[in-house]
């Protein structure tokens, strides 16, 4: 257990300092990865209804906004008020219209049933203790021809896959080096 809340693994909620911290470093690390780049690798389009799961410090919403143009939607949705505040922010900084926050309390958020086309949840499944709700939730919100795209974070991709496998409510469809392609059961 002590090692799991070190490496970040099943706390749901990380603390708000930390949140600062990661702020800081994905300001750098994205300015050198541009984040547009790697959302290229999902398929998304214009029209779609994407959905951030775990949206974090914001930094893929303005490329996703821009992917979806504006006959589509974006929702950034994060447990952490925090995370919200810096998505509120890079909206107006931006003029996003089509990106709509969703704070959450991690196994059910405001998003309708089967409203998203693709659905993406980068470096935060580690952090999720109650993996079956979690997953159950994207699975809820995604389209029955949708996608969800999964990092496997700071855990063993072994792991991840068993995870959503046991679930029963994804298959996984692809495979990539950073994540893993799953579609709705």
Not at 91 to 96: G, N, P, Q
Not at 164 to 184: D, H, M, N, Q
């Amino acid at each position: 257990m002590a090692k799991n809340r070190l490496y970040g693994n099943e706390i749901d909620r990380m603390p708000d300092f930390t949140f600062r911290m990661m702020k800081i470093f994905f300001v750098i690390y994205y300015f050198f990865k541009p984040a547009g780049k790697y959302l290229q690798k999902f398929g998304i389009k214009p029209g779609y209804t994407v959905v951030d799961y775990g949206t974090g410090t914001g930094a893929f919403i303005k490329d996703a906004s821009i992917m979806v143009g504006s006959s589509g939607t974006v929702y950034a949705v994060d447990i952490h008020e925090i995370a919200i505040e810096s998505v509120q922010s890079i909206i107006s900084k931006y003029d996003l219209p089509n990106v709509i926050p969703v704070l959450t309390d991690g196994n059910k958020s405001a998003v309708d049933d089967e409203a998203a086309d693709l659905v993406f949840a980068l470096d935060m499944f580690h952090m999720v203790s109650d993996t079956d709700s979690f997953l159950k939730e994207l699975n809820r919100i995604t389209k029955k021809n949708g996608t969800l795209i999964i990092e496997d974070g700071h855990q063993p991709r072994a792991l991840s896959k068993e995870k959503i496998l046991r679930s029963g409510y994804w298959t996984i469809a692809g495979e990539e080096k950073r994540f893993l392609r799953c579609v709705p059961v």
